[in-house]
């Protein structure tokens, strides 16, 4: 457990719904807990320790963790271990790459995004010369992952606290089709036995219009979406990751 936390805000006590929640939730638990602007932070104007808390979105606390001397962790979204999950072909490639391909309209669309977590554009489908206009803020070295373009109908995201599930929430689609929960038990367990599930994350999951249940990301645990989970799980997840980063308790 943390001393203390420092929880971030938007600027006159507005805070993120998933801020709003870790707040609340550390304060009821009797935890001290300070709202914070990434300007404060920027200027290294926080009191920073490994045994306080620092939430907020990911280049805050990325750069809580660069304060502290702590390298951040490397971005997974495609986890080996769930490779046979995807069940579309994925690969790296670079925005240069990307243009070219489509300009020359060599092969079929493709789904692209930035790599790692400088995102420099949002995750879209690229099939005409119009759509390269989602990459007016990236370089032409910027990498990137690329995948077939798949029908997804429903996804989820399920939320993992040192190996066990703790929530599963339904976010696009049809809510009525659900992934296949013994699909997402076997992956959790696979993340695990490869040495590749933090103490706090999220995996996103979907139905293909094949039915299948498929591994759409690995998402790790902090600056996460809530989708409307709980704050207590929530709040575990985020400081099970955070002390496991930080080394702290």
């Known amino acids: 457990m943390v001393r203390g936390a420092f929880i971030q805000e938007q600027g006159f006590g507005r805070m993120e719904p998933e801020m709003q929640a870790l707040f609340d939730e550390l304060r009821a638990r009797g935890v001290p807990v300070e709202s914070f602007s990434a300007k404060r932070l920027a200027r290294s104007q926080l009191p920073l320790a490994r045994g306080l808390l620092v939430a907020g979105d990911v280049p805050t606390v990325l750069g809580a963790l660069k304060q502290l001397g702590i390298e951040p962790p490397e971005t997974r979204d495609y986890p080996p271990s769930l490779t046979g999950l995807l069940h579309r ?12 391909d489509v300009l020359h309209g060599s092969g079929p669309p493709v789904f692209a995004k930035p790599h790692g977590r400088r995102k420099r554009f949002t995750g879209h489908v690229f099939s005409s010369a119009e759509d390269l206009l989602w990459l007016e803020r990236a370089s032409a070295s910027t990498p990137i992952l690329c995948s077939e373009v798949v029908q997804w109908l429903s996804e ?3 939320f993992v606290v040192k190996g066990a599930v703790v929530g599963l929430r339904h976010y696009a689609g049809d809510a009525s089709l659900r992934v296949d929960e013994a699909v997402v038990a076997s992956a959790v367990q696979a993340l ?44 575990e997840l985020t400081l099970a990751r955070w002390c496991e980063l930080t080394h702290a308790g």
């Open 89 to 100: 072909r994925v690969w790296s490639s670079t925005v240069r790459q990307l243009t070219a």
């Open 156 to 158: 989820y995201r399920v």
């Open 192 to 235: 695990a036995s490869a040495g590749e599930g933090t103490a706090g994350y999220a995996v996103d999951f979907g139905v293909l219009d094949s039915g299948q249940t498929a591994l759409i990301e690995w998402n790790d645990g902090f600056s996460l979406g809530a989708y409307g989970l709980e704050r207590g799980p929530y709040t």
